[in-house]
Each structure stands twice: as structure tokens, then as C-alpha cells.
């Protein structure tokens, strides 16, 4: 079993930047591969970016690369969401998801666990 509670979400200036976390508790964390997922209103969720068990693979979407990093600290079991350059279509839901698998995920069906979610508003 897995819990996940994110951090840092707030409101920020478009250009402005933010430092997503998410703590997980369980001995399971540091075989997991994670996502952070975001949701829109109004729109599907979809993963913003992902990264492997030891953190040697990172994904990103193609609307984040290069303004968006994913990390962990498996010492600390979390997950971090850097995020710079924030555009107003930024603004969503951010979750983080772990999944058994120990590669970079896509499929949000092979997520087992999810956080509750944590609110990012980027205004213009």
C-alpha cells in the first residue's frame, strides 16, 4: 500500500515557477515508478511527466519539455515537479501516481496509487 499527498500548488504569475512535491508513505516508494498527472477543468486528465524507479528515465510531455522537471529522493520517498516558464494553460489539478512498474509509465490504467491532487493557477 501506497499514499501519496502532494504539496505546493498555489497561484503564480505567468513566467513564474513552482516546486511540486509528493510524500509517499510505504516501503513500496522506491520500487515504483511515479507520474504526475494534471487535470484541466473541463478536459481529460493526462500525464504531464514521469520517471523511472531509480529516476535514470524521466518523460515529459511535449507541451512541458524543457520547462518541467521530474525527480526523486528515494532516501526521502518523494517526487518533485519543478516547474518554470508557467503559462496560464498550465493551470489544473496536479496529481502524482505510482505504479508497480519499475520503467517509465504512460498508461494511466497502470497507476495503482494516486494523491489527492493539488491546485496550480497560473494567471496572465
Known amino acids: 500500500q501506497v499514499q501519496l499527498v502532494e504539496s505546493g500548488g498555489g497561484l503564480v504569475q505567468a513566467g513564474g515557477s513552482l516546486r511540486l512535491s509528493c510524500a509517499a508513505s510505504g516501503r513500496t516508494f522506491s520500487s515504483s515508478a511515479m507520474g504526475w498527472f494534471r487535470q484541466a477543468a473541463g478536459k481529460e486528465r493526462e500525464l504531464v511527466a514521469a520517471?523511472?524507479?531509480?529516476?535514470?528515465?524521466?518523460y515529459y510531455v511535449d507541451s512541458v519539455k524543457g520547462r518541467f522537471t521530474i525527480s526523486r529522493d528515494n532516501a526521502k520517498n518523494t517526487v518533485y515537479l519543478q516547474m518554470n516558464s508557467l503559462k496560464p494553460e498550465d493551470t489544473a489539478v496536479y496529481y502524482c501516481?505510482?505504479?508497480?512498474?519499475?520503467?517509465?509509465?504512460?498508461?494511466?490504467?497502470?497507476?495503482?496509487?494516486w494523491g489527492q491532487g493539488t491546485q496550480v493557477t497560473v494567471s496572465s
Open positions: 501516481a505510482a505504479t508497480p512498474r519499475v520503467v517509465v509509465t504512460l498508461a494511466p490504467a497502470e497507476y495503482k496509487y
Open positions: 520517471i523511472s524507479r531509480y529516476g535514470l528515465k524521466q
